[in-house]
């Protein structure tokens, strides 16, 4: 009977089972979370390390999603299916994310064995916060609803601020993990506010509905002047303002260097890709519910413009305001809010193309816009990651994160100082490493699309200037490790092999991403399926 | 060997002596120093060998090497040389091992230091060979980060200023040429030819076979801009030449040397193998800004090396002087406005191949020049050309072998820097008459400096500047590159038609198809005018 209820509930029937198998990654993170808290209770966390528990937890997740990633790949990349009562979607897509994401969880914990951050007390802690947050980034990359749009951005915001102010007793961090909260907070309502316009005008809070029924509602052309429509767009912006948050993208962009050099580097490392990875998966599912519809092309086409703008801003804010900066942390944020920009101009180029009058001949140039955007962030998590690893790595044995931290260090280290200067390149986006190949990708859509709109011209050349600013802050990285002197009263870094070799695991990876063929063709092939599998329901 | 093999060895083997060298222990500093010179001296004698496979008449592309790379992008592993490419890849190998032998003279570091220079000869030659846009593109940007490393760790007192100042410079000119390198991708509807540079070059002159679209004028003036730029910056090209003078005074003296020999002629081919013939429409749009950049050059550069009194900056300011003859023989392309048809065509291929012997003259004498300044500069440590003097009598040799180099770079006639500025002005008049004055003129100006430099130096009564006791002859190491660059300085000048009959045919070819090109995008221009009527 009990199962009859459910059945009902979930309102699909028979598919439950389906549901539950597609769900089954973040029901393993969720039991590792329980059983990494009932070890602690009985006191067997002396005997089996947490992390042990938490990598092989991670691991399975990672196992399970890579068996679904299989079977899409064989059968139909573009398969697009709602489960849950229509809650959730599994496609290619959302598999990406999910394997991108647990993949990372398990780059983070490993990161997090090798830096001794957390301590044996707190592991189970840690872990349970992380596996927390990544569910909760898991379920923004396989929403369908809105209302799972907010679920999944407070499941993964709320344990991130825990995380943030995780170094108990230091004064910077419990600052940086407030204001995080508040702003937090703040955006969550805004964007709670605007669902609810969006789903009382709409009578929808399906994702996939969004653009037909705003063609509906609107008859005709949708326009500002239409009252209902204004309220909807209002809500939509209400919408992307939350999103914005969580990217850190101009004007919303605040917490993020505070909380950044409030964490503690792996938690920084953590939050700058993933969760950023989560937002983007959202954006793209939002962004798209909304176009495909004659009748709100011009609307949309008006967004996407206007998030090239916004992408415009925050990666000439980045960039610039990164240059004063002198504590690594705190540069690297605002290296993260540049890159924010940088991926956003992908996004604001698949909206201008998606909804315009050739959309129907530019299939394969969309998808390759949402394939930049995944090859990006792909590209982006091991050579941000990379940055900060090496951050939290020298920390431990300088006990400082500035930039005079890792002054000389190639003549101590070169381990660390070629692993850093492979990350730094490859953000800066020079090739044969794997952000240069990123950039271009993305780069190559915004020329596309600015033939339908002369302002993504605008795009692309401030895409191009800022690759250009941001040498500077970059290259003083390199400047200080490489070309500086090691200062004769500076602590000794010397590196057990481990560290060296997650650092140069990653910056292999990193290299491999820019010119090795099996790597780039297999990634960004793969990337491109999952932009169809995402195209594919676009338009209700 | 077979040409595949042969032209990725050229490519892959000074990477692969850097990965080997980067094993042995950092204190083994006899072995980096043998290693890194027996590694470029096989890559030179795998030059030599290619040049001996190499056909004189066939004006194309030879030994083409396609493989895949990252299909999804239509990017090819494309490589192969022609008449054009093979001078200039010789060259990269000659210069490198000569820069090789004058590394002897580096103090610290050396793991690093002979790792990174072999890393920079593969993005040197990658560079040359690479007949894909993208693979170009990708040697081009790999070049850049030995090369700020090198002026950067190794380098004088500015060197963090000169390096960021190269790299900035640099990176400017690569984002240009990747935005007009993704406008030709779309505009040829990214098929699997359309990083093809040579298939390329075939749609602007409307006889590709397998690319159908045509390239619009407005489009080739445009992208013709953006790579414009980017090449000139390398030339570099007054007013984008202000990073030369800064990375030459500050990088060690063999990394001079290939700044000037090789890195300074990529600007030079780049525009020749890819602004060129991809938008031949917007070359002759612009071709009097070329010449009156490159008269500019000239005049200014040969300026500005009079008013120097570091004798680095002086042989650096040459270099600007010098690489304006290039882009004035590259830019004569007179076009008779009334019939849309090339003015005396072969007055322009001589330009061309002007322009290219000069590339390789200033390499052999710019090279030649910049290593005797570093010579004196190892023993006296300082460059202050009010300080020196009477050299000539403690040094006679090297005196002898510099004396030599300066004039093969002041043009003497019977040296080889004389054959491709006589090549350019005497083309030049068929252009413009006044232009061709003002750029002869040059030359007195740059008999001035460099005639005055000499008398500075080695001439006058005794030496009275500081270091005066650490004043030795001049060592065998030092003396052999001297001669090499000497002897191929007087070879070249007296039987110019070893390099001329290498490249005769292509640039021939290359006048050709831009010819074809420009008639095409000035009918397209026309319809579109009289459609607008």
């Not at chain 2, 990375?247 to 063999?254: F, G, I, R």
Request: overall charge negative; glycine content about 10%; hydrophobic content about 55%.
């Amino acid at each position: 009977m009990f199962e009859q209820l459910i059945q009902d509930l979930a309102g699909d029937n028979g598919s439950l089972y389906t549901g539950l198998k597609y769900f089954s990654a973040e029901l393993w993170l969720s039991g590792t979370i329980v059983v990494m808290l009932l070890l602690r209770l009985f006191s067997v966390d002396r005997w089996i390390p947490t992390f042990a528990v938490a990598l092989a937890g991670s691991a399975i997740a990672l196992w399970g999603l890579f068996g679904q990633f299989t079977e899409l790949m064989t059968a139909n990349t573009d398969v697009s299916i709602a489960f849950f009562g229509d809650m959730l979607r599994q496609d290619l897509f959302s598999v990406f994310f999910r394997m991108f994401l647990s993949l990372f969880l398990i780059l983070t914990i490993a990161l997090t064995v090798l830096t001794g951050i957390p301590d044996n007390e707190d592991a189970p802690d840690f872990y349970a916060l992380l596996f927390g947050a990544t569910v909760g980034m898991m379920m923004m990359a396989s929403a369908n609803n809105l209302l799972m749009l907010f679920l999944g951005v407070e499941m993964a915001s709320v344990p991130s601020y825990v995380m943030v102010g995780f170094l108990k007793g230091r004064k910077p961090s419990s600052e940086a993990a407030l204001k995080y909260v508040v702003y937090g907070a703040g955006a969550a309502g805004v964007m709670l506010y605007g669902i609810s316009l969006v789903t009382g005008v709409l009578g929808t809070g399906d994702m996939t509905l969004l653009a037909s029924r705003l063609a509906l509602v609107s008859d005709g052309v949708a326009g500002l002047g239409d009252p209902e429509v204004c309220v909807v767009a209002l809500g939509i912006m209400m919408v992307l303002a939350g999103l914005a948050f969580k990217l850190s993208l101009v004007p919303f962009h605040f917490w993020c260097p505070d909380a950044f050099e409030g964490a503690s580097a792996e938690v920084a490392g953590f939050l700058s890709v993933a969760s950023k990875a989560g937002a983007f998966a959202l954006l793209v599912r939002f962004c798209l519910g909304l176009s495909g519809v004659e009748a709100t092309a011009e609307l949309m086409t008006a967004f996407g413009v206007a998030l090239g703008a916004v992408a415009i801003v925050t990666a000439t804010f980045g960039n610039l305001a990164a240059y004063t900066q002198n504590n690594l942390k705190r540069l690297l944020s605002y290296s993260t809010i540049a890159h924010a920009g940088y991926m956003l101009m992908a996004v604001a180029a698949m909206m201008v193309m998606q909804n315009s009058d050739q959309a129907a001949g530019l299939g394969q140039e969309i998808n390759a816009a949402v394939g930049g955007l995944l090859y990006y962030l792909a590209v982006y998590m091991f050579m941000n990651l990379g940055a900060f690893a090496i951050i939290a790595l020298v920390r431990n044995y300088t006990f400082d994160e500035s930039i005079d931290s890792i002054r000389g260090l190639s003549s101590q280290s070169p381990a660390l100082a070629v692993g850093m200067g492979v990350c730094v390149f490859s953000l800066i986006g020079i090739p044969p490493f794997g952000g240069f190949f990123a950039k271009l990708m993305v780069f190559a859509a915004v020329l596309k699309s600015a033939e339908i709109h002369w302002f993504m011209y605008v795009v692309l050349a401030f895409g191009g200037l800022n690759t250009v600013f941001s040498l500077f802050y970059y290259l003083k990285i390199v400047k200080a490790i490489f070309i500086e002197e090691r200062p004769a009263e500076a602590r000794a870094v010397t590196l057990p092999s481990m560290e060296g070799l997650y650092v140069v695991v990653l910056a292999v990876m990193v290299t491999l991403l820019g010119f090795f063929p099996a790597v780039t063709e297999g990634l960004s092939s793969i990337a491109n399926a999952a932009g169809n599998a995402v195209l594919s329901v676009v338009g209700g | 060997m077979t040409p595949e093999f042969l032209l990725s060895a050229i490519i892959f083997l000074p990477s692969l002596g850097a990965l080997i060298l980067s094993f042995l222990d950092s204190k083994a500093v006899d072995a980096f120093r043998i290693g890194t010179l027996v590694v470029t001296a096989v890559t030179f004698g795998l030059t030599l060998m290619l040049w001996s496979q190499f056909s004189y008449d066939e004006p194309g592309i030879q030994m083409l090497v396609e493989a895949d790379w990252v299909k999804t992008w239509n990017i090819y592993y494309r490589l192969g040389v022609d008449g054009i490419s093979l001078p200039l890849v010789v060259l990269t190998g000659l210069v490198s091992m000569l820069a090789a032998i004058a590394s002897w003279s580096i103090n610290k570091q050396h793991k690093g230091y002979f790792i990174l220079f072999l890393l920079l000869e593969t993005g040197m030659m990658g560079v040359f060979l690479a007949l894909d846009f993208f693979l170009f593109f990708v040697f081009w940007e790999v070049m850049l980060l030995p090369m700020y490393f090198l002026i950067g760790i190794w380098g004088g007192p500015r060197k963090e200023y000169a390096a960021i100042k190269f790299f900035l410079y640099t990176l400017v000119g690569g984002v240009l040429m990747l935005v007009a390198m993704l406008m030709f991708y779309f505009n040829t509807g990214g098929t699997t030819d359309s990083f093809n540079l040579i298939e390329l070059a075939k749609v602007a002159s409307g006889t590709s076979e397998t690319l159908t679209q045509t390239l619009s004028p407005n489009m080739q003036i445009t992208a013709f801009i953006l790579l414009f730029i980017g090449f000139a910056i390398k030339l570099p090209a007054f007013p984008v030449h202000t990073w030369l003078p800064d990375a030459h005074v500050e990088a060690p003296t063999p990394i001079s040397m290939i700044l000037a020999g090789v890195l300074l002629k990529l600007g030079g081919y780049g525009i020749i193998r890819v602004a060129f013939p991809l938008c031949p429409y917007g070359a002759a749009y612009a071709a009097y800004a070329l010449v009156a950049i490159g008269v500019i050059s000239i005049i200014y550069g040969a300026f500005a090396a009079l008013a120097q009194t570091d004798f680095k900056r002086l042989v650096a300011y040459s270099s600007v002087s010098h690489m304006g003859y290039v882009l004035i023989g590259l830019g004569v392309w007179k076009i008779v406005e009334a019939t849309g048809e090339t003015q005396n065509s072969d007055m322009w291929l001589m330009g061309i191949n002007g322009a290219m012997f000069q590339m390789i003259a200033h390499g052999i004498s710019s090279a030649g020049m910049f290593f005797m300044v570093g010579v004196i500069y190892d023993r006296v440590h300082h460059r202050d050309l009010n300080k020196f003097g009477g050299l000539m009598g403690r040094m006679p040799l090297y005196s002898g072998l510099a004396a030599g180099l300066f004039f093969a770079g002041l043009g003497l006639p019977g040296l080889c820097g004389f054959i491709g500025e006589i090549f350019v002005v005497l083309s030049t008049w068929n252009f413009n008459p006044t232009l061709a004055i003002v750029a002869a003129s040059g030359v007195i100006l740059t008999a001035g400096y460099i005639l005055w430099a000499l008398q500075r130096v080695y001439l006058g009564p005794e030496y009275r500047g500081p270091h005066a006791e650490d004043i030795k002859p001049i060592e065998a190491r030092e003396a052999t590159v001297g001669v090499i660059l000497l002897a191929l300085a007087i070879v070249f000048g007296v039987f110019p038609g070893i390099l001329f009959n290498v490249m005769e045919h292509s640039t021939a070819e290359l006048v050709e198809g831009m010819k074809l090109g420009y008639e095409q995008a000035a009918s397209q221009v026309s319809t579109t005018l009289q459609a607008m009527r």
